[in-house]
């Protein structure tokens, strides 16, 4: 082995130019391919999180998945019946503190108890359709960013006022209101309500941030015409991947539709695969263009080295031996491609990262990039492949090479 080594080292040495160029293009391939890696797995991962710390993890709400099975099919098999209305009951979550306390226990995060009410907000002219989202501050920084969320005032601020409200910063830009502006509510079923703005909160989302107000859980109680009703519970997990399994445990205990962040955004989830589908299309391209580049070189290095080819067969060296000799030169080409690749891609996401990016439109002046050892590591072992892969045809072809053919025809 230490021949086989010794020799490729001399071949890979006799040449440096060709050398320098081989390595050059695997490292440039293994550089701009973690830069992509980095940037398309940064951007994803900041929608995500966006998006996570945007609505709570899970949603218990006061429906169920399926309408209870009518007497006849509980007691008779054969019984099916199609087409009937359900039996109307009470709106919401029955017991909730009692439901609260029976989940906490296990719960590997916080829950807090949620009246959501359509209203109209009207004011100065402006009659904007708004989801009222009644809450309790005690527990809300346990379920939501909204705490670190706020503008001008904390969520304290609902308890120093009769009916106090606070809106999003869009939502009270399109109306024209400021804090301390009286607004009225107004919901389909009749209630009405004056409220007093008492503070404002920006998510980073538009779609929240221009149709979504909070109260207090009474406040909520008294526009939905109804003491004591919740009809909603959020939560919120330390890790918020496993949501769909918790979200799965809470409907079965409590027999409500419990709804994870992953399947209310069935669609977003499954444009994440083509999305890193095409990442990966995009970045083995890259390198499969860079291990063109070494198989030239190994090509090249085994039509010079013909003589020597002769005269390493004619020594006694074996098929295995010579092939392997050119194999263990793409090796090194592509390990020290990879090598200097891994400092490029580097220096590549640092440079991207640097750049400082203007607009109202997004909440951070940088781009969102990922430092994983995983995309080193895949482009790396890509790179590595792709050099023997590359290198491998023209060893087995030098291998072939008969000694007395080669003297004969060398000039």
Known sequence: MNLIFDIAWTHVLARLRQTGVAIAGVATGVGFSI???????????DFIKQLVNAMPHITVSDERRAPPPQPAERFYDAAEIHNLTPEARRRGIKNPLATMAALEPWLPGGIAPTVRVQAIIRYASHDVATAVVAIDPRREAS???????????????????TNAIILGDRLSEKIGARIGANITLQTSEGARMNAQVVGFFHTGVRSVDESTAYVLVKTGQILAQQTGLINELRIRLGDPMISREIADRVERE??????????????LMSSFVIRNLIMFTVVGAILLVASFGTYNIISTITHEKARDIAIMKSLGLSEFTVRSIFVVEASIIGVAGAAVGFVLGYLLCVGLGSIEIKSPFLDTDRLPLAYSYVH????????LLSSVVAGYQPARKAARLHPVEIIRGAT
């Open 143 to 161: 379920v939501s960013d909204l705490p670190k969320q706020m503008r001008g005032a904390t969520l304290a601020a609902l308890y120093r006022a």
């Open 376 to 383: 080193y590591l895949l482009a790396g072992i890509v790179a």
């Open 35 to 45: 830069m992509m890696a980095s940037l398309m797995q940064g951007s994803q991962d």
């Open 254 to 267: 409590t027999g409500y539709k419990s709804v994870s962040w992953q399947e209310a955004h069935e669609d």
